[in-house]
């Protein structure tokens, strides 16, 4: 599953303020007094729906979003427009062909143990990251170059074969480990970032538990301790938000979310948008058989889904990009529509009526359950029979990342809020070569390469449309909607802010009466 999507967007305020300024993350992380009516609450009380998979601390992963900018930071940040903002590094430059990308770290900046930080930490990164079987997203990216050196203590240069300015999204994307106690990561025993908190105490399923880094390059935090509930069941998540037990929920279903927008109690928002779809293996008959697939498309409600799952929190469509994306039109993000008509015709033309097959979601999130209930009864009405399926946190991933659903499957594409080229570089469900549904063709080869290699505005519409078009036609990649999280809290907690990757920032974040 690619983590917790649309356009290049900035750090976004949530509670308390509008769109933060492309320049505001720095700003965000400096010392600020307590507002008038602050409460002088120590602790952020939050609740999460997943415990921690520390195992894979680099990758794009939802579950790991209470640690992404809190622990650990990153080399830069991406803002809407698609620029960029210094983060542990002051300062990039390219060289006139494009080929040659010179990185200023910051010189003032610690990992928790005191050590600082430098040159070293971000090639033990990246090269953790390029490891085989890392399953790192930002790994395709970050093997586009040809060679990375530490050219000074603070200063890192990158060389390519050829011109890879996307290169900056997979920095932008990238944990920053600490070299030195990364071994003991796994197990929890050593969980060391440059961040404004540090790891302090974990229980497996149930609780952890952060405290504030005084010594943080961004600033001190507000808050000093951030305390994490595990809390799995929707109901339970709910229930703990109205009786007052937490401050923040983040990840809350957006049905129970929809129910507290009335509450004076609490300030209800969301974070950017991500891709929901349903995966097609064409490896798994009759799934190989474009009209068999083009039939599924057809089955999906996708207003449906929008409207009862998530509680205006989502967008209809049948692609994987927004409607700003260059070359997309609103024909194409209306594309295979709801046709029950169209999908029993084109079952039967495939001989397949009658057929099995299963459908896959994570058991652990409520919302995925909800959806895959609507799929089913849209692939029955159309004449499958259908299998759900369910896997737990640790396993979902793994299928993805395989390839070896044993047929349809629903999941999330978060990496599409980084931008079209990246998403298709490194989204697993997307990627040339190897994917998950195990679509391979030079067609789609070819596609996918006139959009990562466009080097005017032109070419890049040009290109997008074509690749859309395809993939509306080869109907291996499902997109539902454009989905939001919601995020719930309770009134007078402000400051609290989300990235273009989801993570959620704390620094800045104060609880006023």
């Not at 599953?1 to 933060?20: E, W």
Request: hydrophobic content about 40%.
């Amino acid at each position: 599953m690619d983590r917790p999507l649309l356009a290049p967007i900035s750090r976004r305020t949530l509670f308390g303020g509008a769109f933060a300024a492309a320049t505001g993350l720095l700003a965000a992380c400096s010392d600020s007094p307590a507002p008038s009516g602050d409460t002088g609450a120590t602790t952020l009380r939050i609740g999460t729906p997943s415990d921690v998979l520390l195992g894979s601390i680099q990758r794009f992963q939802a579950h790991n979003q209470p640690l992404r900018r809190t622990v650990f930071d990153y080399l830069i940040d991406k803002n809407t427009d698609g620029t960029y903002r210094a983060a542990l590094a002051t300062q990039w430059e390219w060289n006139a062909q494009n080929t040659s990308l010179v990185l200023k770290l910051r010189e003032d900046v610690t990992f928790h143990t005191g050590r600082a930080f430098g040159a070293d930490d971000v090639l033990a990164s990246i090269n953790q990251a390029t490891a085989g079987g890392s399953g790192v997203q930002a790994a395709q990216l970050l093997k586009r170059a040809s060679g990375v050196a530490k050219t000074g203590p603070y200063e890192v240069t990158v060389t390519f074969g050829k011109p890879f300015t996307g290169y900056l999204d997979a920095l932008a994307m990238l944990p920053i480990i600490d070299s030195e106690t990364f071994a003991q990561l796994k197990d929890g025993k050593q969980v060391i970032g440059t961040g404004p908190f540090k790891w302090q105490s974990w229980t497996p399923g149930s609780k952890l538990d952060l405290v504030r880094y005084d010594n943080c390059w961004r600033g001190k935090a507000n808050f000093e301790t951030l305390a994490f509930s595990i809390i799995p069941d929707a109901q339970a998540m709910l229930a703990a938000m109205r009786s007052g037990s937490l401050d923040l929920a983040l990840r809350m279903i957006a049905r129970d979310a929809d129910s507290l927008k009335s509450d004076s109690r609490f300030a209800v928002s969301s974070t950017v948008g991500y891709e929901m779809y349903v995966g097609v293996n064409v490896k798994v008959k009759p799934l190989d058989d474009i009209r068999v697939r083009q039939a599924v498309a057809y089955s999906l409600d996708r207003a449906r889904i929008a409207d009862q799952v998530y509680k205006g929190f989502a967008t209809p469509g049948a692609v994987p990009w927004g409607e700003g994306t260059p070359g997309i039109t609103k024909e194409q993000i209306a594309g295979n529509g709801y046709d029950v008509a169209k999908a029993k015709a084109l079952l039967q033309e495939a001989g397949a009526v009658g057929t099995e097959v299963s459908i896959a979601a994570l058991a652990a999130e409520p919302t995925y359950k909800s959806i895959q209930d609507i799929v089913q009864y849209g692939l029955e009405q159309v004449g499958f029979k259908v299998k759900p399926v369910s896997y737990d946190s640790a396993q979902f991933p793994q299928h993805v990342q395989a390839g070896d659903f044993p047929g349809l499957w629903i999941t999330d594409v978060a990496l599409t809020s980084m931008g079209q080229v990246t998403s298709l570089l490194t989204a697993n469900p997307l990627t040339v070569g190897k994917n998950t549904s195990n679509f391979i063709t030079p067609e789609y080869a070819a596609l996918v390469e006139g959009v990562t290699s466009a080097q005017t505005a032109e070419q890049q519409a040009g290109s997008s449309t074509k690749l859309t078009d395809y993939l509306l036609q080869q109907a291996f990649h499902n997109s539902i909607a454009q989905a939001k999280t919601p995020i719930v809290g309770v009134k007078g907690l402000t400051g609290v802010s989300a990235d273009l990757t989801l993570a959620i920032d704390l620094t800045q974040a104060k609880l006023s009466a």
